[in-house]
């Protein structure tokens, strides 16, 4: 970072700065490059040629099955592993699920109505885990076994580091037992299909498929759970949004995407420099780590009118917050169907909530993710 530290809430004053004076800044004590301007932000992303996703074990404490999976693949590998998931991750898999998500979201707040809940271990954090647990084809029964290993995997808590090892080889077991258990039984699960789709008669071994099912959990849960508690602290902040919404349930994916960019649940993301290279003509060492801030460009004034102020009509959102390029977001449509359930749910059931600031807001101690730990709610 540079002297003027990173509020970990309100990090959008630094970026400001950053994209004016130092858009593409060396950080000597991490030996990182931060990148803040949109149009650097999607280069970095996007453009693999230049900036590799490819990190090897070393900076990845899980290993074995997320190094082997999609996110941290450079094509031709890549592109190989996403032709064949997204066979089974289509669009009509995503929509066919919209009766459960909604199913999930009134078990989760059925009966809150004048209650103050934690919205975030009742409600956001639930909704996910159980919707990608159902998709996957995990039995009822072992629900909440998968909601512990998810909470340690994505957790970066000292307990949650202690465990994680531990946790990756009993999720490798588990999804093994499951994955044959599948093969004699086929059925609809993603399981099933994930071991089963097929490009040029290539399938996903098994490292391949565990390292995908992992990855779901780390890419898709904490994400959906943070831009649903972004959307609430955000509408609380702009009076008369949720009313809106409440009247013409059209506005909710406008407003979702503009909570995407204002509050973008992931805020910077890791690339390696593959050669010595430039930047908006700055020198980068070849082996260099890169740091786009993807909540930077999506605050980036040359591109968003008023990029500051929250806007729920905003013309032309280009917010990059499922990223850029070849690794653009997977679950991109489950995110938003689940968040605009969410909301669809909440408006039809609750006139109005209100955050209780006098309740603890934890924050997520991270620079990648950005959300809340713990926020309290009353809903009315
Ligand atoms: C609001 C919620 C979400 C946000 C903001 C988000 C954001 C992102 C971003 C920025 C990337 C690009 C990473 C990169 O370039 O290295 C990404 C990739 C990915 N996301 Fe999401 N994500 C969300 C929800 C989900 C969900 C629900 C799933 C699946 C259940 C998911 C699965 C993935 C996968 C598999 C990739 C890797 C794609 C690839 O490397 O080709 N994400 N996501």
């Known amino acids: 970072m540079d002297e003027m530290s990173r509020d970990i809430m309100n990090p959008f004053p630094w970026y400001k700065r950053m994209r004016s004076e130092n858009p593409v800044y060396y950080d000597p004590e991490y030996r990182l490059v931060n990148v803040f301007r949109y149009t650097d932000v999607k280069e970095t992303l996007g453009n693999f040629n230049k900036f590799s996703s490819q990190f090897g074990k070393a900076f990845n404490p899980a290993g074995g099955p997320i190094s082997e999976s999609i996110i941290n693949l450079d094509p031709p590998k890549h592109t190989k592993l996403r032709n064949i998931v997204s066979r089974a991750f289509t669009p009509r898999t995503i929509e066919k699920m919209a009766p459960q998500i909604r199913e999930i979201a009134e078990s989760l707040l059925n009966a809150k109505k004048g209650h103050e809940v934690d919205i975030i271990k009742e409600f956001t954090s639930p909704l996910p885990i159980t919707v990608i647990a159902t ?26 580091f202690t465990n994680f090892p531990k946790t990756i080889e009993d999720m490798k077991g588990y999804f093994q037992k499951l994955m044959i258990e599948k ?6 699960s993603l399981v099933y299909s994930v071991l089963n789709a097929e490009v040029d008669g290539e399938k996903l071994t098994m490292m391949e498929s565990l390292g995908f099912f992992i990855l779901l959990l780390v890419a898709g849960n904490e994400t959906t759970t943070n831009l649903l508690s972004n959307a609430l602290l955000t509408f609380s902040e702009n009076p008369g949004t949720y009313e809106a919404m409440r009247d013409d349930s059209k506005l909710i994916p406008q407003a979702l995407e503009e909570v995407l ?3 973008s649940p992931v805020q910077s993301i890791y690339r390696v420099a593959r ?7 700055v020198p980068i060492r070849k082996g260099s780590i890169m740091v786009p801030w993807i909540g930077s ?7 968003f009118e008023d990029a500051d102020k929250f806007i729920i009509g905003r013309k032309e959102n280009r917010h990059i917050a499922f990223g850029e390029g070849i690794h653009y977001c997977l679950g991109a449509p489950l ?12 408006t039809e ?18 620079t990648i993710v950005y959300g809340f730990k713990e926020l309290w709610v009353k809903l009315n």
């Open 135 to 160: 998709m996957l084809g995990i039995p009822l029964k072992d629900m909440d076994m998968f909601k512990k290993w998810s909470d340690t995997i994505v957790g970066g808590s000292e307990t949650s």
């Open 183 to 188: 093969e004699k039984n086929p059925d609809e």
């Open 261 to 263: 960019r204002y509050r």
């Open 275 to 281: 050669d010595d290279t430039d930047l908006s003509g």
């Open 297 to 303: 460009a999506n605050r980036d004034e040359s591109i």
């Open 335 to 346: 995110a938003r169907l689940e968040a605009k359930i969410a909301m669809e749910y909440m």
């Open 349 to 366: 059931n609750f006139g109005s909530y209100e955050i209780l600031r006098n309740r603890k807001m934890i924050p997520q101690e991270s």
